[in-house]
């Protein structure tokens, strides 16, 4: 498992791409393969395949 990566400040010349927050799947599943996220009120549920694709269900 690998640590968050801390949030910078972005420098001039840096593309969107580079300003978007990312974040590892296996730690937001914590080394499993699912995982809940909460927006508003909806519950969302985050799972790694065994070939290693993302499904994002609600």
């Keep these: 498992m690998t640590a968050a990566r801390p ?3 972005p ?3 840096t593309s969107a791409l580079s300003r978007i927050p990312q974040h590892e799947a296996t730690t937001l599943t ?3 393969n ?3 996220i ?7 549920q985050l ?7 993302l499904i994002l269900t609600k």
Excluded: N, S, W
């Design 38 to 44: 909460v927006l508003d009120d909806q519950v969302y």
């Design 11 to 13: 420098r001039p010349g």
């Design 34 to 36: 699912q995982a809940l």
């Design 47 to 53: 799972r790694i395949t065994r070939a290693g694709k």
């Design 7 to 9: 949030a910078e400040f």
């Design 30 to 32: 914590r080394g499993g």
